[in-house]
């Protein structure tokens, strides 16, 4: 009984024994099927000395080693026991499924989590792409290399110069940061955090970054700009510049091959040479025809030595004129804008820039001081060394202010008035003239004096008439205060439009009612008091 028991015992543990032999045999097997060892192809001779490296061999002259998809050459190298190790010295280079190439004066190789580490006038090559750096990481699993000591890289038609830099090899993407420098032969690109695609040629901006191409110079923190066309999208704080203008926005859009863009968002053009400003929120630009166009609350603004205009208008649109460096600026629908000396309403105008012309069309109403002028069309002329002129064509009608129930009134076809120190000088008035005015002696008002003549030469002094000359036989009455009608006061088509007049440089977007004007007037009143 107690045999047969030991009988199967020992059997049982033979049979364990076996299994568990067997177990590890496969293992081992699978283990060596899966971890593929470096195999040394060739070498001039092999070393090995305990005291100096332990476990390790000495491969001099001509080594070739393989290990899984790759082939490294050098002059030396130690390979060590139990491990897929090595350190190559001297031309050292790297073969990776035929495609990439790794040159460096030292490597260092771990087969077993497929990384390199490379030292001294650093090469890798991919494709038409190369990368030139004195230490550089290669992950050769995920194919990424890594560089953070200064690196080049150069392709087949950009150079590029960055403190760090990583290669996603299998996207052709690099990343870029500090210090980047991107050249060819059409722009120079300075930043601080860029990627770049080595196939599509297309640049990643993520951060401050300038441009500048043949054409223009951009600015901008995040965007892209393709180096093959000059195409760009800039997204944040964007600029594009050259020596005579400048276009900024919260977004850009460019093409360099037509010159043409557009712009959203806090758009400002600012064009140095004509010293004018245009904002709004969308435009669109053609630089070769020099054209643009803002709509979205636009602004213009033209400035001299002495003042600013600001306008406003739907559309604002500038284009080059037949005139050779001479430009024409267009406001379209609801056109207000304001000056110091004068301010204005129309429904459109166009302003020329070098001759500094303004044509206003479309029911146009001027203010100045206590002056309101109208017409079908009127064009101010600035001069700098002679008076100012405004024509105004068919239809001229000018209402003095003189209290609140006592207007000044000059009526004709045609006016052409003249402008000293920001004062209405003299008026000239050609056909069908008529004036209405308070006469006075010495400081009294006597009445209110009425005349027609064909032609009248009026002259102005601190804001009232001072002198009227009838240049054909004039006919007139003056009628003392106490008859006049309310019929008497006014000349046919007087229109006093003082709700609609622009108080300042931010009242150029509003249109007030009467009534709004009355409101305010009486509530400036009332602080007054």
């Not at 249109?511 to 009143?525: F, G, H, I």
């Amino acid at each position: 009984m107690h045999a047969v028991s030991y009988h199967i015992k020992v059997t049982f543990k033979k049979r364990k024994w076996s299994l568990l032999f067997i177990f590890l045999i496969l293992s081992f097997f699978s283990f060596s099927q899966e971890k593929k060892r470096v195999e040394i192809l060739r070498a001039g001779s092999l070393e090995s000395n305990e005291r100096i490296v332990a476990n390790a061999q000495r491969l001099i002259d001509s080594v070739l080693i393989s290990h899984k998809n790759i082939l490294m050459w050098c002059d030396s190298a130690y390979t060590y026991t139990g491990t897929n190790r090595v350190d190559a010295f001297g031309r050292v280079h790297i073969k990776q499924d035929d495609t990439l190439h790794l040159y460096a004066n030292r490597v260092y190789y771990d087969g077993d989590i497929n990384f390199a580490r490379a030292w001294g006038k650093v090469r890798l090559i991919n494709k038409s792409t190369t990368i030139h750096t004195d230490t550089l990481d290669y992950d050769l699993e995920q194919n990424i290399g890594y560089y953070d000591d200064n690196g080049i890289i150069v392709d087949s038609t950009t150079t590029i110069t960055s403190v760090i830099g990583k290669y996603f090899i299998n996207d052709d993407l690099m990343e870029l940061y500090k210090q980047v420098g991107i050249s060819n032969d059409d722009f120079i690109l300075y930043g601080d955090t860029v990627s770049y695609n080595t196939q599509t040629k297309r640049i990643y901006i993520k951060g401050p970054t300038t441009i500048n191409d043949s054409v223009n110079s951009l600015y901008t923190e995040n965007g892209w700009y393709d180096s093959s066309t000059g195409e760009a999208e800039l997204l944040k704080k964007s600029v594009i510049y050259n020596d005579n203008q400048e276009i900024s926005a919260k977004y850009l859009k460019y093409n360099k091959e037509n010159e043409m863009g557009k712009a959203r968002g806090s758009v400002r053009i600012t064009d140095l040479e004509n010293r004018s400003i245009i904002l709004g929120n969308n435009a669109e630009y053609d630089d070769l025809l020099e054209i643009a166009m803002v709509t979205d609350s636009a602004v213009y603004m033209t400035y001299d030595d002495r003042d600013t205009l600001y306008l406003h208008a739907d559309t604002l649109r500038t284009m080059p004129d037949t005139v050779p460096d001479e430009k024409v600026v267009f406001a379209y629908n609801k056109v207000r804008f304001f000056r110091n000396d004068i301010q204005g309403i129309c429904d459109s105008m166009m302003y020329f820039t070098r001759d500094s012309i303004i044509q206003l069309h479309k029911f146009p109403v001027l203010w100045s001081e206590i002056h309101q002028l109208s017409a079908d069309v009127i064009e101010m002329k600035q001069y700098t060394n002679a008076p100012d002129e405004l024509h105004m064509t068919r239809n001229s009608f000018i209402i003095s202010k003189q209290d609140s129930a006592m207007f000044d009134q000059i009526k004709g076809k045609n006016m052409i008035g003249y402008i000293i120190n920001n004062e209405l000088n003299n008026i000239e008035v050609d056909g069908n003239g008529q004036t209405l005015y308070y006469a006075k002696e010495k400081e009294d008002i006597i009445g209110l004096n009425r005349a027609e003549s064909s032609r009248i030469s009026i002259r102005f002094k601190e804001g009232q008439i001072y002198t009227i000359s009838f240049l054909k036989a004039p006919e007139g009455e003056l009628k003392p205060l106490l008859e006049l009608s309310e019929e008497d006061k006014k000349l046919s088509g007087f229109e006093w439009k003082i709700h609609l007049r622009p108080l300042s440089k931010h009242d150029i977007f509003e249109r007030r009612t009467r009534k709004e004007t009355k409101l305010m007037t009486d509530d400036n009143s009332k602080e007054e008091l």
